[in-house]
């Protein structure tokens, strides 16, 4: 059964930083890629970031662009985001899924929330 | 960057009814499309990915349609299970995946 396991959220004051990790069982982690999909409160979905498999070719939203990193380390069947310079617009429920096909996920973890506010 | 419309963006149904949503782009993806279900305070489920497909596990009751711009995700017979947002994904390119707005279902 695949499972991926967020942690790593919580309040953080504007301008600050904060590291997300996202460990991944039950699948052969390395062969996929995996993304980052955030959702402000009571918002839509909004696609964050993308790392490939082989290559780790990181992608990002126009909005997190050098502000946020995408990482993974296979040895840990883990990937990140961190997150730099945090603005209340960050403010959302931060989901890693799976993304096994260049496009669609098909398996979410349950979420690790960010709040960004003084 | 490829803009995505839903609509409606809320639509109320009895059990029994069938049901479409459509998802428009702003250019053509393809059949790069995906649809996923969400419930209150759970994490979205793909439902239909590269537009027709169904994902493994989905009841058949879900069907996925279209190309090029228009896409239509069609729930024949509304179950009690099926409320809920609806979104529809573009994945037409590696670095740029775009979500619908969405379209709450109520029964």
């Known amino acids: 059964e695949v499972q991926l396991l967020e942690s790593g959220g919580g309040l953080v004051q504007p301008g600050g930083s904060l590291k997300l990790s996202c460990v991944a069982s039950?699948?052969?982690?390395?062969?996929?890629?995996m993304a980052w999909v955030r959702q402000a409160p009571g918002k839509g979905l909004e696609w964050v970031s993308s790392i490939s498999s082989i290559a780790n070719r990181p992608y990002y939203a126009d909005s997190v662009k050098g502000r946020f990193t995408i990482f993974r380390d296979n040895s840990k069947k883990t990937v990140y985001l961190q997150m730099d310079n945090l603005r209340g617009d960050d403010t959302a429920m931060y989901y890693c899924?799976?993304?096994?096909?260049?496009?669609?996920?098909?398996?979410w973890g349950q979420g690790t929330l960010v709040t960004v506010s003084s | 960057d490829i803009q995505m419309t839903q609509t409606p963006s809320t639509l109320s149904a009895f059990l029994g009814d069938k049901v479409t949503i459509t998802c428009r782009a702003s250019?053509?993806?393809?059949?790069?499309m995906a649809w996923y279900q969400q419930k209150p305070g759970k994490a979205p489920k793909l439902l239909i990915y590269k537009a027709t497909t169904l994902e493994t596990g989905v009841p058949s009751r879900f069907s996925g349609s279209g190309s090029g711009t228009e896409f239509s995700l069609t729930i024949n017979s509304l179950q009690p299970d099926d409320f809920g947002t609806y979104y529809c994904?573009?994945?037409?390119?590696?670095?740029?995946?775009?979500f619908g707005p969405g379209t709450k279902v109520e029964i």
């Open positions: 899924a799976r993304d096994p096909r260049a496009g669609d996920l098909d398996n």
């Open positions: 994904q573009q994945f037409y390119s590696f670095s740029e995946r775009t």
């Open positions: 250019q053509n993806i393809g059949n790069w």
């Open positions: 039950g699948f052969s982690f390395s062969n996929d890629a």
